[in-house]
């Protein structure tokens, strides 16, 4: 059996991380394995490119250990992380205004949170609706935009030296390699990077991984400064002027499509947050499936001798880094990964039974 591969399904942004860093990591030291991304449609054409691209460990974390720690570390990694892919990204450090409605909770949502009042929140962002109360900032928080991402990861990626397969549905998977459609066998070190799809790689012992639906919609013509959260959504700015408005959280299983009650739930709190945005053109909407798990961890070790990272939930973008260079570090050289994350956690917990 050849061992001198990895084989990575999925294509998304995090098979495509994954690849770009084990194919980085052996290429530093004169060789190895080579790299190999199987994917069934087209690279990134799932989550990955229907995210929002906010980069907000602190807030996404509502203060949970290790979720919390893990999110800052990987924001840390954005800034040189971006700049080693040699393409605009949309990479910005905004930060973040966690707005307070009468009705909302006035609590901090992270220690490094500042309160600002109603007047001081306004003066950083003016379309802000007049009965606010005012406004947790958070500075450091930042945003990318997925759709230049992950085009550019893939690309720095191929360049490092991976290959990248479309149109591949594996049928087979273990320790030693995957069987495809057609019958071929793809041996080597495998690496599930299927996302919400990840409990339903054939041969890949089941996970609690599951797909929530989030709708989202683009807005343009009322642009805002700085990410901005409230009570049910949220308004990323792009550099191109638009705003990108989020977005529903769905249990409805792979029901793909945009909803008239998801795109007025988006909006109703869209506009409800800076007014001035029910005058703004309507670009369009569209939706994806975030991969959730029962505690809201992501998924990364091995399992049965094959490697997993899935069940990222809402930060898919934010992980990809650090998640990448830790499975690098793993598979390369046979570093450690954090327990806590490790796919096994869920049969203890007699978890694996609830895959739907």
């Known amino acids: 059996m050849e061992r001198d591969r990895v084989v990575i399904v999925g294509g998304g942004l995090l098979g495509c991380a994954v690849a770009l860093e084990i194919a980085r990591l052996q290429g530093a030291r004169g060789g190895g394995a080579e790299v190999v991304v199987l994917e069934r449609a087209i690279v990134g054409a799932e989550a990955s490119s ?142 599930v990077c299927a996302g919400a799809w990840t409990a339903k790689v054939p041969g890949l012992r089941a996970l609690p991984v599951r797909p929530v639906r989030g709708q989202l919609v683009a807005l343009s013509g009322a642009p805002i400064r700085h990410v901005l959260c409230g009570a049910g959504g949220y308004l990323v700015p792009r550099m191109d002027g638009r705003v990108i408005a989020g977005a529903t959280v769905e249990d409805v299983g792979f029901s793909r499509g945009v909803t008239a009650g998801g795109v007025r739930a988006v909006l109703t709190t869209a506009t409800a947050m800076v007014p001035g945005l029910a005058s703004a053109s309507f670009d369009g909407a569209w939706s994806g499936f975030r991969p959730g798990t029962p505690d809201e961890l992501p998924a990364i070790g091995a399992v049965d001798g094959v490697w997993v990272a899935s069940g990222h939930y809402r930060n898919g973008i934010l992980l990809a880094p650090l998640t990448a260079r830790w499975l690098a570090a793993a598979i390369v050289d046979g570093a450690a990964l954090p327990a806590v994350f490790s796919p096994g956690r869920f049969e203890e917990r007699g978890g694996a039974a609830s895959v739907g």
């Open 50 to 191: 229907a995210a929002a691209g906010i980069l907000a460990p602190r807030l996404e974390a509502h203060g949970r250990e290790p979720l919390r720690s893990i999110g800052v570390e990987s924001l840390t990694l954005y800034p040189a992380w971006v700049a080693s892919l040699g393409a605009d990204v949309g990479y910005a450090r905004v930060g973040l205004l966690k707005v307070v409605r009468p009705g909302d909770s006035p609590a901090s949502p992270d220690v490094d949170a500042r309160w600002l009042d109603a007047a001081a929140a306004r003066a950083m962002e003016p379309g802000l609706a007049p009965d606010i109360l005012g406004a947790w900032s958070l500075p450091e928080e930042a945003t990318v935009d997925p759709r230049k991402l992950l085009p550019a990861v893939h690309a720095a990626a191929a360049a490092a030296g991976a290959t990248f397969r479309v149109g591949e549905e594996v049928t087979a998977t273990d320790a030693a390699g995957v069987t495809l459609a057609s019958g071929e066998r793809v041996e080597g070190r495998v690496v």
